[in-house]
């Protein structure tokens, strides 16, 4: 029949109208619907589709024996498989990830609380019996809290006022412990039955195909085929009935009828070992939210004066907390404390406003003793108590110990209260330290329990700004350029590192350009040029080794006087190993001959006269002018350009000897008359040495 046909939730209750009653008009189709699967876990045959509002529903009519094959897999039903499947469909209704436990059987489930990550540890077992969970199995790790779930079922001939006696008797011997236990109420034979046969279906159809083919050999293919449709049909029904099921189970649903076993006498469902903490019904609209509120009830219980991050589920990360400390670096830096809110701005107000770390509005962050109270009062109260003086050192693990002490109980995660060690420091311009040794101020999350933080003097912001500049245009160091205490000792380490890789080279240009000077003649006591510069900047690097506190040093830095731009001095001083170098393995004998012909006066001495002076100028200029170690190279190329130039000068021809004979071959005659008297002349004189010379004569 086309009525018939596609037939929905919707168009059944429109055919049943009038015999459908509800009690809100209006929901007529929910009822249908819950009637319908209900049905479908008892009688294989009806199908409905997964769409949840309005789905399809469909009779499959077979005369398969498809029960014939569930009897033969009967007996792989047993406890074990029971509790491992409802294990399973409670481990998926409160959203668990985890798939392996640990040695306690315990599997780790991490959560988002008010912004920070916490851990929480959830274990399976049957609680009345302490062979299988023993008081250890009930004992939290430290910083987490323990849900121990027990299952919606027992043996027969036990009950859950069993499961309720053990818990009261661990809470009377002492057991203490941030663990709830989760006590469900039992499932009625009703709903085990649908356990059973799920347990039954799931052997064979979840397994290897061998499995299904093994149980249903007696069946033909085609029958096969039909029966296994069937029951992959019931096997889901039976699988979202006992969803529900588990959710009434557990207190995350209102009991109906034939669900659960009515027992009046469990009425404690959530039970606390720590004393501390009484849980509430559990409340949500399904299982998951009702894990979700009450892992929210623990954590506030155990921390009620933790920060309030929002939205709460979403967690702080290091990488928004190092942008948090980046603003409170740039306003203590600033005369009034206030800077405009960049980067990651958003984040910046999350946390700032919710931890009292400054108070960000909407384009600016403040920072300031009037918006560091919450933690500026506290921690002078720890530290009179600790008998501590303002001046005098703290390590980072005491200031933990202070933000752990303080009531209500915070419960920050460490890369959080470093952000509030990181602001008390800037704040109160204290410097970092590890080991005995000046550090730079770590980022969230990488701060040391053994890290000290000091009192230290500082420089005026505009010494220090000079120096942030001259740091750069000298050495090439980039500095915070905001004035802190941390700022100023990372500043001056490295610029004492820089200064001592480079004394050796600075020292060791100055005698060799002056030895160059003296070689070509220059006037050594000039107050510019490369000699001037050289010693400058020798005597820079001098200075700024020996300065004695790190606030010399920055004054130093910034009020030094050079000759040249601090450009100039930088080329210098990043040139002066190979200039010293070049310099040092010059030959310069090979200039000898230009400066004597120089002193001739002659064209000669003017040309080689011009090369000394290219030479001289080069060496007189600054680096970043002309470079030395071409300048010298092109002085040698001058050098021998000049000397190829030079003809030497043609001797006189000596006076012709008696037995000298002089020949002469016209141009253009040939040359057998020559070469015959050249063979007579050297036969009569063969017992001599005889000298043949020629030439052309132009």
């Known amino acids: 029949m086309p009525a018939l046909k596609e037939l929905t939730a919707g168009r059944l209750a429109s055919l049943n109208h009038g015999s459908i009653v509800s009690p809100l008009p209006g929901s007529e189709v929910g009822i249908v619907l819950a009637k319908v699967k209900d049905w479908a876990r008892q009688v294989p045959e009806i199908h409905v589709d997964a769409e949840s509002r309005n789905p399809i529903i469909r009779v499959q009519l077979s005369d398969v024996d498809y029960e014939s094959v569930v009897e033969r897999a009967r007996g792989e039903d047993n ?90 008797r661990m809470k009377d011997t002492g057991l203490q412990s941030r663990t709830v236990v989760w006590l469900p109420r039992f499932l009625a034979e009703e709903r085990m039955r649908d356990v059973r046969r799920l347990v039954v279906l799931d052997w064979l159809l979840g397994g290897a195909g061998e499995r299904w083919t093994t149980y249903a050999d007696h069946l033909s293919e085609v029958d096969r085929v039909q029966a296994r449709a069937i029951l992959e049909t019931q096997r889901s029904a039976l699988r979202e009935g006992l969803r529900r099921a588990v959710q009434e189970a557990y207190g995350a649903a209102a009991p ?10 469990h009425d404690r469902v959530l039970e606390s070992l720590d004393r501390g903490f009484t849980p509430a019904h559990p409340v949500g609209a399904d299982l998951g939210a009702a894990f ?62 919710a931890l009292h770390v400054g108070r960000a509005g909407e384009t600016h962050f403040v920072f300031g003793d009037d918006g560091f109270t919450t933690w ?39 890369e959080v209260s470093d952000l509030v060690i990181l602001a008390w420091v800037a704040l109160r311009q204290r410097a970092w330290y590890h080991h005995g040794a000046p550090v730079a101020a770590p980022k969230p999350g990488q701060v040391k329990p053994e890290m000290e933080l000091r009192t230290e003097p500082l420089p005026t912001v505009e010494d220090y700004r000079q120096a ?24 001056t380490e490295r610029l004492r590192t820089e200064v001592a890789s480079r004394v050796d080279a600075a020292n060791g240009l100055t005698p060799k350009v002056e030895d160059a000077y003296a070689r070509l003649g220059l006037n050594a006591a000039g107050t510019s040029g490369r000699l001037a510069t ?47 170098e070049a310099l040092h393995a010059y030959r310069w004998e090979r200039l000898d001959p230009l400066l004597e012909a120089e002193r001739a006066g002659d064209d000669a001495g003017h040309k080689g006269k011009a090369i000394i002076n290219t030479l001289r100028t080069a060496l007189q200029a600054d680096e970043i002018t002309t470079a030395a170690k071409k300048a010298l190279e092109a002085a040698v190329d001058g050098v021998f350009a ?57």
């Open 468 to 491: 942030v500049a001259r740091a750069a245009a000298l050495f090439g160091l980039v500095a915070n350029p905001y004035l802190t205490a941390p700022a100023v000792a990372e500043l």
């Open 534 to 580: 050289a010693r400058a900047v020798a005597g820079l690097i001098g200075r700024l080794r020996t300065a004695g506190d790190r606030v010399k040093l920055v004054e130093l830095l910034a009020h030094a006087e050079l000759p040249v731009t601090d450009a100039a001095a930088a080329k210098s001083l990043s040139s002066a190993t190979i200039v010293g």
């Open 79 to 168: 406890d074990g498989r029971r509790r491992e499947l409802l294990k399973e469909l409670v481990r998926d209704a409160l959203g668990l990830t985890a798939r392996d436990a640990d040695v306690f059987g315990a599997y780790a489930h991490s959560v988002i609380w008010r912004g920070s990550r916490r851990a929480v540890d959830v274990v399976f077992g049957n609680v009345r019996d302490a062979s299988w969970l023993t008081d250890d199995h009930f004992r939290a790790r430290p910083g987490t809290w323990r849900v121990v779930i027990d299952h919606p079922f027992d043996e027969a001939g036990h009950s859950a006022a069993e499961d309720l006696a053990r818990v009261d």
């Open 642 to 698: 000049w000397l190829a130039d030079r003809k030497p000068p043609l001797l006189p021809r000596p006076p012709l000897k008696p037995d000298d004979v002089s020949l002469t071959l016209p141009k253009g005659s040939p040359s057998q008359p020559v070469l015959a008297k050249l063979a007579a002349f050297l036969t009569a004189h063969q017992n001599q040495q005889v000298v043949v010379e020629w030439r052309v004569q132009e």
């Open 256 to 265: 109906t009828a034939g669900t659960i076993i009515d027992d009046s006498s």
């Open 376 to 414: 500026g009062t506290e921690f002078e109260r720890a530290a009179a108590r600790d008998g501590l003086q303002p001046h005098d050192a703290v390590q980072v693990n005491q200031i933990r110990g202070w933000i752990d002490a303080m009531r209500p109980e915070l419960g920050l995660r460490d």
């Open 292 to 353: 979700s509120h009450l892992i929210d009830q623990a954590f506030s219980s155990t921390y009620p004066g933790h920060p309030r991050f929002e939205p709460a589920d979403t967690e702080i990360t290091p990488r928004e907390l190092a942008a948090v400390y980046s603003h409170i670096e740039r306003a203590v830096g600033d005369r009034d404390g206030r800077v405009r809110l960049e980067s990651d701005v958003a984040a910046v107000r999350r946390i700032v406003n």
